[in-house]
């Protein structure tokens, strides 16, 4: 049978989600869990690759398995799971699905957000970029809106990359007041920043490019339309720098049919 899986995980103590040969991943976690779990080799395909540092939060993945019992003992296996997985990772849920249902090849959107906060704070460095400028989030926002609908993002896009197409559909890209850690954060949504962008393919990088552009923006160093001609230039050094890893969340993933 197979079987779909919700989970979390912050990507600090990973090399991202795909099994490597340097470092620990998320993937290789859960294989090896639900591989002593249910005494069989199990292999499990995650929605998409999130890279090292990069967190996740309803992430999708699914997995096949002979265990004739597993459709009726969920709630034992989740238990059973989580007791095996490090800290860092949480599987929330899980059913059966049709054999031809993919995690990654169904899968319709993924939404991400970014964090940014612009005054230091302990409680946020390790979850949102301290950026100390101020920021014009109008301007960020008419730049974000020029990311909107179907373009080409090899400026966005990490060199290399073994994709057949660098063209995405993105259909909402936002900036609003927003902290991952609000409720300990002393100055609550003060100076802190999200931006939240879906589409239905991401490049490798392409997020984390997506807001150190905009980012230049906001600082004042370009333009909102700045954004048109870098995607025009299909030249990844025409962009800004990447932002770093520890503030990026896969926040979101849908499909065309109800899951859980």
């Given at each position: 049978?197979r079987f779909f899986i919700s989970l979390s995980y912050n990507g600090?103590?990973?090399?991202?989600?795909?099994?490597?040969?340097?470092?620990?991943?998320?993937?290789?976690?859960?294989?090896?869990?639900?591989?002593?779990?249910?005494?069989?080799?199990?292999?499990?395909?995650?929605?998409?690759r999130t890279d090292t540092g990069v967190h996740a939060i309803n992430?999708?993945?699914?997995?096949?398995?002979?265990?004739?019992?597993?459709?009726?003992?969920?709630?034992?296996?989740?238990?059973?799971?989580?007791?095996?997985?490090?800290?860092?990772?949480?599987?929330?849920?899980?059913?059966?699905?049709?054999?031809?249902?993919?995690?990654?090849?169904?899968?319709?959107?993924?939404?991400?957000?970014?964090?940014?906060?612009?005054?230091?704070?302990?409680?946020?460095?390790?979850?949102?970029?301290?950026?100390?400028?101020?920021?014009?989030?109008?301007?960020?926002?008419?730049?974000?809106?020029?990311?909107?609908?179907?373009?080409?993002?090899?400026?966005?896009?990490?060199?290399?990359?073994?994709?057949?197409?660098?063209?995405?559909?993105?259909?909402?890209?936002?900036?609003?007041?927003?902290?991952?850690?609000?409720?300990?954060?002393?100055?609550?949504?003060?100076?802190?920043?999200?931006?939240?962008?879906?589409?239905?393919?991401?490049?490798?990088?392409?997020?984390?490019?997506?807001?150190?552009?905009?980012?230049?923006?906001?600082?004042?160093?370009?333009?909102?339309?700045?954004?048109?001609?870098?995607?025009?230039?299909?030249?990844?050094?025409?962009?800004?720098?990447?932002?770093?890893?520890?503030?990026?969340?896969?926040?979101?993933?849908?499909?065309?049919?109800?899951?859980?």
């Open positions: 049978m600090a103590a990973f090399c991202g989600w795909q099994r490597q040969n340097n470092g620990p991943s998320v993937q290789e976690h859960l294989e090896n869990a639900f591989s002593v779990y249910l005494r069989e080799k199990i292999e499990i395909t995650g929605a998409g992430y999708i993945a699914h997995f096949d398995s002979g265990s004739t019992t597993l459709a009726n003992e969920q709630q034992l296996l989740l238990y059973k799971i989580n007791a095996i997985l490090p800290a860092g990772i949480v599987v929330t849920d899980i059913c059966a699905v049709s054999s031809d249902a993919h995690a990654r090849f169904d899968a319709i959107s993924r939404t991400y957000n970014y964090y940014v906060h612009t005054v230091k704070d302990p409680f946020l460095d390790n979850f949102s970029y301290f950026f100390p400028y101020d920021l014009d989030i109008d301007n960020m926002n008419r730049a974000a809106a020029l990311l909107i609908g179907e373009k080409d993002f090899t400026s966005m896009a990490k060199l290399h990359s073994d994709v057949k197409t660098n063209i995405c559909t993105v259909t909402e890209a936002l900036w609003t007041p927003g902290s991952p850690v609000n409720a300990i954060t002393p100055q609550g949504q003060a100076n802190t920043y999200c931006l939240t962008i879906s589409a239905n393919r991401f490049l490798r990088n392409m997020v984390r490019a997506i807001a150190g552009s905009l980012l230049e923006i906001g600082r004042g160093r370009r333009q909102p339309e700045w954004i048109t001609q870098l995607l025009a230039q299909k030249d990844r050094s025409a962009a800004g720098n990447s932002a770093p890893a520890h503030a990026l969340y896969l926040t979101k993933i849908e499909y065309p049919y109800r899951i859980f």
